[in-house]
């Protein structure tokens, strides 16, 4: 299985994270984003989007390669079942998703480097300005998150039920492969995170954990 | 069942197909994004993130309430498993996902509403400004959709299979659900979308179906 990725992409870092939960190796390919080898003909020979992350498996009579890091994760916990990143009943499923999908539908996709570089090009923003654009839509997402949290809870709550260690529940979902590199994409750009207790509460809870540790922007071959 | 919704988000849209698909009844409770209802009391004691849509289900002790379209899409496909919204195997689903996800991930959320809002109040960005700005990433993100149906086809004709109807297969799946609204909304801003024949093509066999027509913001109750 060979991933390619970029060591600060926030959903590579997403697919780095559900890999070594279920405990698959991988051959890390890296791609640079910012130099835009995602835009040149060996990567584009690989991949319609020229987007990260891509997953290659081995197949016949060519290889599968799957892009969308939610569709990747989803299909990684359908094919390699142990340990499930999202729970077995309906319901549940629907609330991790409505989390993964907090972050990767509402504040990724407005502030990846693409959307930023459109900013500070075409639209000339000054950094301030482009500070502002990324603080605002940042905060805006967590604080849904964070109040998605409190409702979570809440029903716990209701049902004698112990509060949950991560996201969702005991055990680590795609909620988390989500919010982990949202949270420490932010922190680069020096954000503090006020208001939002239970949403840092999680991650540092995930961060115990080597599975998040090993999958860290740091930790990649091509870490600058 | 209830959705709060309103007749010209694409969110909304997508959930409104998939309901109809699905043969379902349900309750059509406005909610006027445009005039801010989405932030008053009454909505937001219902929904902490102020986002529509939002899926009410009867439920004891209290009702069900689900956000976020994909995640909503989703939870009715396993509940009401007939007519299928994804294929049955990994890989198909995993095609489906990517599929929904680049319009999910890739195109709409940077170019919604409130964005749209952000750019014309705070960064006071010109109507031509704004208008570029939408093309740019609603066309960034169709050519993509348009790569992946190409190669699509592409697989289906090395494995002798006829090409696919809808976006994946013969019967509309979660991507078309996704896809026709962004569609929809595109037209109102006056694209033309030259360069995504296969695409279009897609698009059109959609709205021959009555589960797209009934779902369409111009037959909505609330429709302007």
């Not at 991988?26 to 835009?39: F, P, T, W």
């Not at 549940?92 to 998703?97: D, M």
């Not at 982990?180 to 954990?209: H, K, S, W």
Request: overall charge negative; aromatic content about 8%.
């Amino acid at each position: 299985m060979k991933l390619y990725n970029y060591f600060r992409s926030g959903t590579s870092f997403r697919v780095r994270i559900a890999l070594n939960l279920k405990g698959l190796d991988y051959d890390y390919v890296a791609v640079h984003l910012a130099k835009g080898e995602q835009h040149g003909p060996t990567y584009r020979a690989l991949s319609p989007d020229g987007l990260v992350p891509l997953l290659e498996l081995e197949g016949e009579p060519q290889p599968l390669r799957l892009s969308q890091s939610m569709a990747i994760i989803e299909y990684l916990d359908e094919v390699f079942p142990e340990p499930p990143l999202l729970p077995r009943d309906p319901l549940g499923r629907a609330r991790v998703r409505a989390l993964a999908q907090t972050i990767a539908c509402e504040i990724h996709p407005i502030n990846n480097l693409r959307v930023l570089k459109y900013l500070a090009g075409p639209l000339a923003l000054s950094e301030a300005q482009r500070a502002e654009w990324y603080n605002h839509w940042v905060m805006e997402g967590l604080r849904i998150y964070e109040r998605r949290l409190q409702q979570l809870a809440e029903e716990r709550a209701r049902q004698d039920l112990p509060p949950s260690v991560y996201s969702y529940g005991d055990t680590p979902t795609l909620a988390d492969c989500c919010l982990v590199p949202q949270i420490v994409n932010g922190r680069r750009f020096g954000l503090e995170y006020d208001g939002i207790p239970l949403t840092l509460a999680v991650y540092e809870r995930c961060m115990q954990l080597e599975a998040f540790q090993r999958a860290h922007p740091s930790r990649c071959p091509d870490a600058e």
